[in-house]
């Protein structure tokens, strides 16, 4: 039986790898290699050496008070036909991409006052009793469904939609199914939301909305496939450049993990919560991590001005990635019902993670070594370089996590949750505010109109997260500790966690109070009347039309 499922599992891993190789290897296209190409491919003719930054209006200062600036790319200057193109390629992806993060910013918000109501249960247990659809079995899903798949799903989905013709050096291609496919996303994540709170979900964490809701976010995933597909065939470059490899890779994953973690009726008990967990993981691992490392490697070089430190490195974090993240899941149930041998593989995996860990760090410590003063400045960079680090931060965090030693003690207590958000908050929530301060002024051809706004999102974010994962993360420890001494009665395990708890929720409050602001500033931007060099190139485009 083991055998049996140790050669399924083996050749559903080795065809998966072969045929996302070969889905690569098939773009490189021209007889090229597909290791042919680097780093310089996302900069135009006279953009390297020079910062892109839309939130900042002007040359960025290299140092404070220092007389030498580093020149920055001028969206509308450069020779007629750069500029056609590039606002063409702009405009061409702006409203599936508007949907998306309008969409992804509403559901950062629900989920955010649903997060602050179940946070405060913890201590004030009467809260909200009265009305059964207002518990805690059912907000609590309502949060985590809310942030993965509305927020971190749509938010990721929006800026890749941005970056992949800018990548491809064409226009969108089928931005129509991208639009429909956010309606249709939006319908689903509603009805599963109404699901919830009325009592109909699958009981599974990740998986509560019904499979029969399900099937919608299946179709809307692969339909926003459909602009991928299309613009690769029309695409103006020879190679893609890693980001690509990221993108094509989430964007052909998740409908497939999605389907196969929400067939029915095929897996129950023990086997379930393995499949449960597989799929629990590999939404993080193999969904939102990519897009969010992608970005990274688009975003920070762009905003410096520097091409990837090593190319090749990049391409073997990729792999690397592929490799390892597809089995790490099962390390959350570490001295279950489960077999040793799919545990043990589930701990290797995870430590083997530390090798594309170690290319993403090598890369963007060096492409930031010497220019860490940009960081102060740029408020894409400020959010990206957290989220980078952050990376790094949760990716080692689990690792540890997964040793059976080290798991026994925290397993059932905060300090997963403080995990979950140093991950899901820390680096992929940071990473995406870092992109669409440099996205949304590019669809919108505006401006941000209240720089100060960036500043108080950004602050009130990193301490607010900050302090929830200080919080959650002693919480658990001591939690943890008192857990395994049988001396000490259950009670006490929960009594000495309350003052944490009680932070986290002001930690909690904090986020919220950051992501309206954001929100008001993104509306903002949206109701701000294009400036005057913005209304000249437009006229410029619609000319050449
Ligand atoms: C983008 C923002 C956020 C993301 C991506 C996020 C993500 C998550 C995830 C993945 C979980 C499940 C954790 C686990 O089971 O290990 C979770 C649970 C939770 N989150 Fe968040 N979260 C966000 C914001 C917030 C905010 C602002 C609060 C406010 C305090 C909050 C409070 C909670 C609480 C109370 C739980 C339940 C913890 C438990 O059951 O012990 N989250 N969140």
Known sequence: MDFTIAFFIALCFVLSITALFAFIWSLGNKGKSILHGDGNIIFGEHELGKSEEPAIDGPLPLARGSDTN?????????SEDEINERVAIDTSSRLPVVMFLTSALFWLILGSFAGVIVSLKFHFPDLLVSNIELTFGRIRPVHLNAVVYGWSAMAGVGVVLWLLPRLLKTELVGGRYAASSCILWNI???????QIVTGHTQGM??????WHTDILIIFAGAMVAVPLFLTLAQRKTEHLYVSGWYFSAALIWFPVIFFIGNVPGIFTGAEQAIVNWWFGHNILGLWVTPIAVGCAYYFIPKVLGVSVYSYRLSLIGFWALALFYSQVGIHHLLGGPVPMWLQTMSIVQSVMMLIPITAFLINMYSILK?????VKYSPTLRFMLIGAAMYAGASVQGTFEAIRSVNYLVHFTHYTVAHAHLGLYAFFTMIMFGAMYFVLPRV???EWPYPKLISWHFWLSLLGISLYFVALTIA???QGFALADPSIPFIESMKVTIPYLELRSIAGIMMTVSHIIFAL???ALIMKKRTAAHEQSASLNLKEA
């Not at 010497?370 to 940009?374: A, D, F, I, M, T």
């Open 70 to 78: 580093v020149e920055t790319v001028n969206y509308h200057r450069g």
């Open 188 to 194: 689903a994540l509603l009805i599963g939301a109404y």
């Open 205 to 210: 964490e990740f998986l509560e909305v019904p």
């Open 370 to 374: 010497g220019r860490w003063s940009v």
């Open 444 to 446: 919108t051809q505006s």
């Open 476 to 478: 658990g420890i001591k």
């Open 521 to 523: 500033h993104f509306l």
